[in-house]
């Protein structure tokens, strides 16, 4: 499943940023999906994901908001009082099994990135 993150750019701390991801030729719905990020230096990190529910890593909840709209074939990435720790590039998975969940190998498909910078 082709996918395209977009969405990111540069803000302030306190800023806020809406993420999407795309797909083309198959229909998300039935797919789990998920964002991840990595940080210059640092390893791939879980972000958020949605399946059934939504689940978040800690360091994001209660800031970011994962939602999907099926009619569009897109899920976003809601990203509310950032901060410079948010740095990274942001990819968004797709996981065919409609699992999810925190770790990257679950995931079969991957978006090329999409760069949120956030300035103090």
């Known amino acids: 499943v082709p996918l395209q993150a977009y969405g990111g750019g540069l803000v302030q701390a306190g800023d806020s940023l809406r993420l999407s991801c795309a797909a083309s030729?198959?229909?998300?719905?039935?797919?789990?999906m998920g964002w991840f990020r990595q940080a210059p230096g640092k390893e791939r990190e879980f972000v958020a994901c949605?399946?059934?529910?939504?689940y978040y890593a800690d360091s994001v909840k209660g800031r970011f908001t994962i939602s999907r709209d099926n009619a569009k074939n897109t899920v976003y990435l809601q990203m509310n009082s950032l901060k410079p720790e948010d740095t990274a590039v942001y990819y968004c998975?797709?996981?065919?099994?409609?699992?999810?969940?925190?770790?990257?190998?679950?995931?079969?498909?991957w978006g090329q990135g999409t760069q949120v910078t956030v300035s103090s």
């Open positions: 998975a797709a996981d065919s099994m409609g699992l999810g969940g925190y770790y990257a190998r679950r995931y079969d498909y």
């Open positions: 030729g198959r229909t998300l719905s039935m797919y789990a």
């Open positions: 949605i399946s059934r529910s939504q």
